[in-house]
């Protein structure tokens, strides 16, 4: 686990050159539901699109995720992940070049 400069504006989750290679694609974090525990989880279908996540809440830690299932039933091994200051925990396959984009407001 690591912890997250709160002062970072743009944290990028995979190799930059990757981003011009697949669709790109901006959502905000508050149209994403979490689950009962308030867990995401975003899958790459192999397509490698470019996501940009866009909130103003602050990321408070990152890592590779241990044995866990979600309680929508899937198991994220092996996934990154990103905690948010609300709690929620994003995850996020590997190979998926993914960034947050902070709008404070």
Known sequence: ?????????????????TQDAGAQFTLNLADLLP???GEIVIL????????????DLRLLESGIAESHVTDGGIEVKGLQYWVFEDGTKL??????SISVEHHIG
């Open 1 to 17: 686990m690591n912890e997250i400069d709160a002062n970072q504006d743009h944290i990028v989750g995979a190799d930059a050159a």
């Open 35 to 37: 689950d009962a525990n």
């Open 91 to 96: 995850y996020y396959s590997p190979g998926l």
């Open 44 to 55: 790459n279908e192999g397509d490698d699109p470019c996501l940009n996540i866009v909130t």
